[in-house]
């Protein structure tokens, strides 16, 4: 590997089509918002999708110096407990938030499998392959049916949470017009992450057809959410490298488009810490009282919030005299 080619084809590279992909990752985490909303707002009031977004993006700036998604993941329910949102309700709005995206991910994995697994050379890449597919398989089995296992084995306290989180999972899928929401704002999710890649790989000259950039996207995805490195650096151009070899790119370039991802997810961070740094993501009028407790706010069907708008004072009116 030629370390200084990586850095030069990184010199070289479209600013243009950076610009664009930033512009795409910014989308993608506006829609992530949009999904929080819904599959928040079913259980509990939701502060709502803008107030989310702040918080994405809180999330997105810890992910650069904590373990990838873990840490991000930890800040939002820390967040959201800052604005009176139930531990409980935080934890599994997130996680099914999660679930969701990596839902559209494994099927896009499963479709693109075949041809992935003609394109590569070696049988011991090929196994990893199917082994990453399998154990994303596994975590969603899991998370949809947890709760359906003897009830002696999630009976401490521990293990009664994922029990919920669970039943939860499957009562969003007994709603098909918030399931479709949900799952078609996960499907242009990962679209726009896809074309991220691709505008990266094209900025250095690497014109991969966007159907190659399908195939090697999810597993790329899933492996660097091992929480074993920071960002997922290390990972991430570890795996793109070797993957992208199969398709005749060159080391060198592959690892230039994996540092412009990296810096990219940097950039797209930056505001979240300044929202952190000024408490901006969690802001109310009323910094004393819980979402939906708030003058002003009422809550209704349970899990929606309407604003109640005080009639204007007639400013002839004089002030009681007490």
């Given at each position: ?17 950076l610009a664009t992909t930033l512009v795409a ?135 009664a949470p994922l029990a919920e989180l669970s ?154 005299p007490r």
């Amino acid at each position: 590997m030629d370390f200084g080619r990586a850095a030069e084809i990184i010199g070289q590279a479209s600013l243009p089509l950076l610009a664009t992909t930033l512009v795409a990752l910014l989308a993608a985490n506006f829609f992530v918002s949009l999904r929080w909303h819904l599959i928040l707002s079913a259980e509990v009031p939701s502060p709502g999708a803008g107030t989310l977004l702040k918080i994405v993006f809180v999330g997105l700036f810890f992910n650069q110096v904590l373990p990838t998604g873990v840490g991000g993941d930890a800040v939002r329910v820390w967040r959201c407990r800052k604005l009176g949102i139930g531990l409980g309700a935080a934890i599994r709005s997130i996680l099914l938030d999660r679930a969701c995206g990596y839902l559209v991910l494994v099927v896009i994995y499963a479709a693109s499998l075949p041809s992935l697994l003609h394109i590569l050379p070696e049988a011991r890449q090929r196994g990893s392959i199917v082994a990453v597919l399998g154990v994303g398989l596994l975590g969603l089995l899991v998370l949809l049916f947890f709760d359906c296992l003897p009830r002696a084995m999630w009976r401490p306290r521990v293990i009664a949470p994922l029990a919920e989180l669970s039943r939860e999972s499957r009562r969003l899928f007994t709603h098909p017009r918030r399931c479709g929401t949900v799952l078609g704002l996960s499907t242009l999710t990962i679209g726009l992450t896809i074309l991220a890649f691709k505008l990266v790989g094209n900025s250095v000259g690497s014109r991969l057809p966007l159907a190659n950039w399908i195939m090697i996207v999810p597993p790329v995805t899933l492996i660097q959410l091992l929480p074993i490195s920071l960002a997922g650096w290390g990972v991430r151009e570890v795996v793109l490298v070797v993957a992208m070899a199969s398709f005749g790119v060159p080391g060198e370039t592959a690892l230039a488009i994996s540092v412009l991802l990296g810096l990219c997810f940097i950039v797209i961070g930056v505001p979240g810490g300044l929202l952190w740094l000024t408490d901006r993501d969690i802001a109310r009028p009323d910094q004393n009282v819980p979402i939906g407790q708030a003058p002003g706010w009422v809550q209704r069907s349970g899990t929606r919030l309407k604003r109640i708008i005080a009639p204007e004072r007639d400013p002839t009116r004089l002030s009681d005299p007490r």
